[in-house]
């Protein structure tokens, strides 16, 4: 059975909170539920209910799909995920 379900066409509509907008956009960003959290002056567990709330409102199953959906449909911007600051790798 697969789990995974892309975001219909019905999904198209929905727009985003700002709360949500921000998340996603951190999250896209690689950023975690704490950190995201920080950043933004929120518990990691109201960001995590931002997030699981939108997921559902979309009817996916992975913050994944949610930032796909959003980037898609033009919700958050490829530039504000690609003007992230990269940590580099290093390799001690």
Known sequence: MNRTHPPSCETADIEL???????????????DDWTIGRLLDLSPKTVHSYIKR???????????????????????????????????????
Do not use: H, N, Y
């Open 54 to 92: 939108l997921m559902g409102r979309l009817g996916v199953v992975t913050r994944v799909q949610a930032i796909v959906w959003a980037l898609r449909t033009g919700q958050i911007s490829f530039d504000d995920v690609s003007t992230a600051k990269r940590v580099p790798l290093t390799l001690d």
């Open 17 to 31: 909170t700002r709360r949500e907008r921000q998340c996603l956009t951190l999250a896209a960003q690689g950023k």
